[in-house]
């Protein structure tokens, strides 16, 4: 008799029990301050930005490159490092990339010139490169398969949230204290939440509570102890590949809309940059509490038949390219902002369902790595190529001709969800082999 079978259910205390069911909250809590440590780091120098033109005679171009700086590094080291913290430990991973980005803003607070800011803005970058994948692996393990969808959608929200916050605690800083301490303040953030996550987070409270991975019946059945499954298993069957893809394309609307809209309202709506800036940074909230209600919805309609995460990210996107190209169609006003507030609030929505899909259609020894591919898949299709290609078209036929084409990028992504989900079960069975096929040659 196996040691488990020996244990009854009544054999644990209830505060044990208790202490079960908090443990992964506790564990939720700390990647998504981690996250919003992230990108508050990253997005405070958009506040700072007029204080540095205008200390260090900087241009508009040199301005974007600091900016880019980091997502240029993230985007490149994404999936090597996630792959070295799939083999390495995702636990001493993340305390080790938080207080390195953390460093690298402090070096950024010190910075006495441009070389010296770009240099330390692609030291953030390398620190935040792989949090976000790995992150996402550390959370999800902890967690019933049943809710990836909820966790995801909360976790990435983080995101827009960190963004809003940095610009805007920054903002108040520099005001205040100068645009050195923005950088310092969230440094100093970054630093205590690493020693935090340090304690709190252990490889030792993880193992007790790391959760079965099987969802349903149609799940896998679990690897073999000590197995790792070789990195083009990240893209064995066709139903992962279609959840990067989407989750590239979803994001390509939801990054354009980031990027442009503060200029869309001071062009279209003639709002001062204040306003718009504002305005804008609502939107920007939408998308984040969309991301994580449609990850709710998401798991409810899905708990017992997986194969709806598909069906529930088609609608999504359906209504988001609705209300966009209607409401971008509308003049200026009410109706219009009720469509363009209806498109945002949907415009990143499949986000959970996708990182569900990447978890259940990737081995556990390389899911971190999965996250990662689709963190790339994020940064060069989406946050990367996105507002580029917009600004480009907006050259040509004006920046209200390109949004009503953005918009249509979605169609791509509706086909991509449909093509999965004819091939998930299929998929599936494939992943389900070769943990078959593991356990046969460890058996032996």
């Known amino acids: 008799m196996s040691l488990h079978s020996t244990v009854a259910p009544h054999a644990?205390?209830?505060?044990?029990?208790?202490?079960?069911?908090?443990?992964?909250?506790?564990?939720?809590?700390?990647?998504?301050a981690l996250l919003l440590s992230d990108y508050m780091?990253?997005?405070?120098?958009?506040?700072?930005?007029?204080?540095?033109?205008?200390?260090?005679?900087?241009?508009?171009?040199?301005?974007?490159?600091?900016?880019?700086a980091v997502a240029v590094m993230v985007g490149v080291l994404t999936l090597p490092l996630s792959l070295l913290a799939d083999r390495w430990g995702r636990i001493k991973s993340?305390?080790?990339?938080?207080?390195?980005?953390?460093?690298?803003t402090l070096l950024?607070?010190?910075?006495?010139?441009?070389?010296?800011?770009?240099?330390?803005?692609?030291?953030?970058?390398?620190?935040?490169?792989?949090?976000?994948?790995?992150?996402?692996?550390?959370?999800?393990?902890?967690?019933?398969?049943?809710?990836?969808?909820?966790?995801?959608?909360?976790?990435?929200?983080?995101?827009?949230f960190g963004s809003v916050i940095g610009v805007a605690l920054g903002g108040y800083i520099a005001l205040h204290l100068g645009w050195r301490w923005s950088f310092a303040a969230m440094a100093i953030l970054g630093l205590l939440l690493a020693a935090m996550f340090s304690v709190l987070v252990t490889e030792k409270r993880m193992t007790r509570h790391r959760k079965d991975d099987t969802e349903e019946s149609l799940e896998s059945g679990g690897a073999a102890d000590g197995y790792k499954a070789p990195f083009r298993t990240l893209?064995?069957?066709?139903?992962?590949?279609?959840?990067?893809?989407?989750?590239?394309?979803?994001?390509?609307v939801a990054a354009v809309l980031l990027?442009?809209?503060?200029?869309?309202?001071?062009?279209?709506?003639?709002?001062?940059?204040?306003?718009?800036?504002?305005?804008a940074s609502i939107f920007s909230l939408l998308i984040a509490i969309g991301m994580i209600c449609c990850g709710i919805i998401t798991d409810r309609s899905s708990r017992r038949h997986p194969s709806r995460k598909w069906t529930s990210a088609i609608a999504y996107c359906m209504v988001s390219v609705a209300t966009l190209l209607l409401g971008f169609q509308l003049a200026p006003g009410a109706p219009q902002m009720i469509l363009l507030g209806i498109g945002a609030f949907f415009a990143a929505g499949s986000?959970?369902?996708?990182?569900?899909?990447?978890?259940?259609?990737?081995?556990?020894?390389?899911?971190?790595?999965?996250?990662?591919?689709?963190?790339?898949a994020y940064s060069l299709i989406g946050m990367a190529l996105g507002p580029f290609?917009?600004?480009?078209?907006?050259?040509?036929?004006?920046?209200?001709?390109?949004?009503?084409?953005?918009?249509?990028?979605?169609?791509?992504?509706?086909?991509?969800?449909?093509i999965g989900r004819r091939r998930y079960p299929a998929s599936l069975r494939k992943l389900a082999a070769l943990d078959g096929a593991t356990a046969d040659r460890t058996d032996r």
């Open 94 to 104: 993340v305390t080790l990339m938080a207080v390195f980005w953390s460093i690298a």
């Open 389 to 418: 290609a917009i600004g480009a078209i907006a050259d040509s036929v004006g920046l209200l001709g390109a949004l009503r084409l953005a918009p249509l990028v979605y169609v791509a992504a509706i086909i991509c969800l449909s």
């Open 235 to 252: 893209f064995a069957n066709p139903s992962v590949i279609c959840a990067y893809l989407t989750g590239g394309l979803q994001m390509f």
């Open 351 to 376: 986000s959970g369902a996708m990182t569900a899909m990447v978890a259940n259609l990737t081995h556990p020894s390389v899911r971190a790595s999965g996250f990662g591919t689709l963190t790339l």
């Open 108 to 160: 950024s607070a010190a910075a006495m010139n441009y070389g010296q800011m770009l240099a330390a803005r692609f030291l953030v970058g390398v620190g935040e490169a792989a949090y976000g994948s790995v992150g996402l692996a550390v959370l999800l393990s902890v967690f019933a398969p049943h809710m990836r969808a909820s966790l995801s959608g909360a976790f990435q929200a983080a995101g827009s």
């Open 12 to 32: 644990l205390s209830p505060k044990s029990s208790r202490a079960s069911r908090i443990y992964p909250w506790i564990v939720f809590a700390m990647v998504f």
């Open 41 to 68: 780091s990253r997005q405070v120098l958009s506040a700072i930005f007029p204080l540095l033109k205008s200390e260090w005679d900087l241009s508009d171009t040199r301005l974007a490159s600091l900016n880019s």
């Open 259 to 279: 990027a442009w809209l503060p200029s869309y309202f001071n062009r279209y709506h003639d709002m001062d940059l204040g306003k718009a800036g504002v305005t």
